[in-house]
């Protein structure tokens, strides 16, 4: 979805001014541009550093609003007011909706945010494929938010195991606290004059709804499946204290909120017991338990056992486990952390379509994966 055409004139003519500003204040750029529309002729990468100076120097806002070097009405000098509060960052461009574009930050865990774009929607400026990088600053405008129109792109591709950390990722943020429209979250928009105005209060939906599926506690388990989750998460813990450490239990934990977030979920048929020896099984499973040379080394019949399921019982649970969750052996979204670094599917990111062992690219590329979280943290930085 993009702005219309009166919207997105009123948007540069607000933000080009406002930048122009900034520029004037700061004296970034040399030449000085003679005015906002010349401010505009200058190169991307130019106006990238006076829309980047303004993230460190916000209170610029406050002087703009307080000058109104363009005699700009009170409605709009509200829109300006409200760029305080923008957010600046790398984002994974994740999914292309009809109302909007979701843009998944880089903290943990990430915050959904649904962004328009102004002339252009965002799949012709990106192309079809997702999920891809991008660094941008997302603005409040009109009880929207949109981008601010200077977006850079990285290069990269996402193999399976990162997509599949960002879909876990955008189902969690879905369901708790749900993809953000408004900034800051629940924000009246500002009002201006004209028959546009009506447009900007459709944005925000009663959540009354929405809390009575759940109870307290972890918001994002509804009613209708936390009694099993609770069972099943006492038995996993209870097995994981004895037999295995905090690592695995936090992993199977993480399973067990998963299914219990599935509609139906499965947790809801069967024993409680049943269902935690097929988690357990199948992060063991994935982080090869099995192989005695493993710091951690029992038979699955060993945990059916512990658990108190039989074999064929606890085959069964892992099977569907691991078919509900697409779990595979290596999967990095799934390795016990201390392992990480030693999983060599951990490294490996498309770039130009052909896979690329992170350790082996640039330093700039690793630090920057790094901050991300696409590589181990405990990994070290090589090359120059």
């Known amino acids: 979805m993009q702005l219309s055409l009166q919207e997105l004139e009123l948007f540069y003519r607000l933000h080009r001014s406002l930048l122009f500003f900034v520029d004037g204040r700061l004296g970034i750029l040399d030449p000085p541009p003679e005015d906002p529309d010349a401010f505009c002729r200058r190169p991307p990468e130019e106006r990238v550093k006076v829309r980047d100076a303004l993230a460190t120097h916000l209170d610029l806002i406050d002087a703009y609003l307080a000058e109104n070097p363009e005699g700009?009405?009170?409605?709009?000098?509200?829109?300006?007011?409200?760029?305080?509060?923008?957010?600046?960052?790398?984002?994974?461009?994740?999914?292309?909706?009809k109302q909007y574009t979701v843009f998944l930050d880089d903290r943990e865990p990430p915050l959904a945010y649904g962004v328009l774009s102004l002339a252009d929607a965002f799949e012709d400026l990106l192309g079809p494929d997702v999920p891809l990088l991008a660094k941008t600053v997302l603005l409040p405008f009109l009880g929207r938010i949109v981008y601010d129109g200077l977006l850079s792109g990285y290069n990269v591709t996402f193999g399976p195991g990162v997509r599949g950390r960002l879909k876990v990722a955008y189902d969690a943020a879905k369901k708790f606290p749900g993809i953000i429209t408004t900034l800051p979250r629940g924000?009246?928009?500002?009002?201006?004059?004209?028959?546009?105005?009506?447009?900007?209060?459709?944005?925000?939906?009663?959540?009354?709804?929405?809390d009575e599926t759940t109870q307290p506690g972890d918001p994002s388990i509804p009613a209708a499946s936390r009694a099993a989750y609770e069972e099943v998460v006492k038995k996993i813990d209870a097995f994981c204290d004895e037999h295995l450490d905090e690592e695995f239990k936090a992993l199977c934990r993480k399973a067990a909120g998963l299914l219990a977030r599935k509609r139906p979920s499965p947790l809801t048929r069967g024993r409680p017991a049943g269902w935690a020896s097929g988690i357990v099984r199948s992060i063991g499973w994935v982080n090869f338990l099995g192989d005695p040379s493993q710091p951690h080394h029992m038979k699955m019949s060993d945990i059916d056992r512990g658990i108190g399921v039989s074999e064929a019982t606890g085959s069964a649970k892992s099977m569907e486990v691991r078919r509900l969750l697409g779990l595979r052996p290596f999967d990095p979204e799934w390795t016990v952390p201390s392992k990480t670094k030693d999983n060599p599917l951990a490294w490996l990111v498309e770039v130009d379509g052909l896979p690329m062992d992170l350790r082996r690219a640039p330093r700039e590329i690793q630090e920057e994966a790094l901050r991300l979280g696409l590589i181990p943290p405990a990994g070290r930085i090589v090359g120059r």
Do not use: I
């Open 72 to 97: 700009f009405a009170a409605e709009e000098l509200d829109v300006v007011a409200s760029w305080k509060h923008q957010v600046a960052g790398t984002f994974f461009v994740f999914r292309y909706l």
């Open 187 to 210: 924000a009246e928009p500002p009002q201006l004059a004209g028959p546009k105005s009506s447009r900007t209060k459709s944005s925000s939906r009663p959540r009354a709804k929405q």
